[in-house]
């Protein structure tokens, strides 16, 4: 008969078991810690046995990111699309907005600053802007992109250096519109540590142009102490990528007063230096500006005398009597620098104006007609006298002249104004003359003229 195992009996064969458990588990540990000890020898070994593998299937790994890197680069260049400059689209608002010039593009504007585009910036994601076309005639054929500096468009050219890139409306020989295509750039250039361009691309309604005017080009070349170099497009199938450039389409739209009179300050002392004016001004200088040709005065003679005898009347005062069509650029500069009151018929020599001390006097005279009909554009150099810090002390428009076969308000009659000479009104101009000489004598013994805004010397210019 069976008994029942005692307790200590069932605990001994328990503990029995265990123990063959345990020595069961630490031959299994042990012989997969051996097996991965011989596991991981066979790999160096076999790694170690032919040194080019290793190499082999790292260059793999490298040329398949090199390829794709390449693929990558290729399609972003094949993306790059070039745009018309000229969008016609918006050829009935060419001046508005984002213009009809690189019309895709939207400008950046710094307060009391000019509106401009930057490449490369934040607003165009590192992106260079990239130009080609060589035509002179229609801007739609001359074209415009954005590409990134590691894919560059094929067979571009990279134009090292900053580049000016100018949109003009009008005219680069003509004084006051080429001067007024300048006047944002060289603010942009004295907020940015007085950075100078290596180049200039010019264009008219999206037409290639290759110069400037001679008195422009003196300007620009007084102000960045070099001649302006023209970017030149060899080949209408090759672009030029600009590594950085700055692009200006709006003239000096959006400028405050104030920062135009620190351009034009700017610019009148780095004339002043260029030509290096060191001649001494008379107490108060009268300057009779005149043309000879379109809107001339019909009795140059009755006219100076006028002036020269309300001169007269104050003391220290001293007229010069000049004709803008033969003076050099330094000699105008000069001639502005002494003078303290303008006369001079309406044209593109008044832009000059801005050479004169701040606070100088500004007097205007018209031929008949254009009262009625010559428009806005009038009035230029009111606002340039305005924006120099000058006084435009009015104007003077001649009540009879060229008799036009149309009514006074017919615009056909304005081919018949444009360019008549002018006539006189000695008492009126004399009056004109007193009441102008006598406000700027007073200025002077109040002692409140700004005088060149503290260039003192011609050292100090800011750059």
């Known amino acids: ?76 260049r094949e993306s790059v699309t070039f745009l018309p400059l000229k969008d016609h689209r918006f050829s009935n608002k060419p001046l508005e907005g984002h213009t009809w010039f690189m019309s895709s593009l939207f400008d950046n504007q710094t307060k009391d600053e000019a509106q401009y585009q930057e490449f490369p910036s934040d607003s165009s994601k590192g992106r260079l802007l990239c130009l080609k076309g060589v035509d002179e005639h229609d801007g739609s054929w001359n074209y415009y992109a954005l590409a990134w500096p590691e894919a560059l468009p094929t067979n571009a050219i990279l134009q090292k250096g900053l580049t000016f890139v100018s949109y003009n409306q009008y005219d680069y020989s003509n004084l006051w519109h080429g001067l007024s295509t300048m006047v944002p750039f060289v603010s942009w250039s004295l907020r940015n540590r007085c950075e100078k361009p290596q180049k200039w691309v010019l264009y008219h309604w999206g037409e290639l142009r290759f110069g400037m005017g001679h008195w422009l080009s003196e300007i620009v070349r007084a102000t960045y102490s070099k001649e302006p170099e023209f970017t030149r497009f ?20 959006g400028m405050s007063r104030e920062r135009r009179m620190e351009v034009f300050d700017h610019v009148r002392c780095k004339a002043r230096s260029y030509c290096n004016i060191k001649t001494s001004k008379p107490r108060i200088g009268m300057t009779l500006l005149l043309r000879t040709g379109a809107r001339a005065f019909r009795n140059e003679s009755v006219v100076i005398s006028v002036f020269k005898r309300e001169c007269k009347r104050v003391e220290g005062c001293e007229l010069n009597v000049s004709y803008s069509d033969n003076l050099t650029f330094c000699q105008q500069v000069e001639l502005m620098q002494k003078t303290d009151v303008l006369v001079s018929p309406h044209g593109a020599q008044l832009t000059n104006l801005f050479l004169m001390d701040r606070d100088s006097s500004v007097m205007e005279f018209f031929p008949k007609g254009w009262l009625k009909l010559a428009g806005v554009g009038q009035r230029v150099f009111q606002w340039g006298a305005n924006w120099a810090g000058m006084r435009h002390e009015g104007t003077w428009h001649d009540p009879v002249g060229e008799t036009c076969e149309f009514s006074d308000t017919d615009r056909r009659c304005m081919s018949v104004y444009k360019n008549a000479m002018i006539g006189h009104n000695e008492t009126y101009f004399s009056e004109w003359a007193r009441s102008v000489l006598d406000k700027f004598n007073n200025r002077m013994k109040q002692n409140i003229t700004e005088q060149n805004h503290g260039y003192e010397s011609l050292d100090e210019c800011r750059c």
Request: proline share 4%.
């Open 234 to 253: 060899i080949d209408e199938e090759k672009p030029v990528c600009f590594e950085k450039a700055v692009v200006m389409r709006h003239d000096q739209a």
């Open 1 to 76: 008969m069976k008994t029942k195992p005692s307790v200590w009996q069932s605990l001994v064969t328990c503990l029995s078991s265990l123990k063959s458990y345990l020595k069961v588990l630490c031959i299994i540990v042990t012989v997969f810690v051996l097996l991965q000890i011989c596991s991981y020898q066979i790999t160096q070994h076999s790694l170690s046995l032919p040194p080019s593998l290793f190499t082999y299937l790292k260059h793999k790994h490298e040329q398949t990111s090199d390829n794709k890197t390449a693929y990558l680069v290729e399609k972003l």
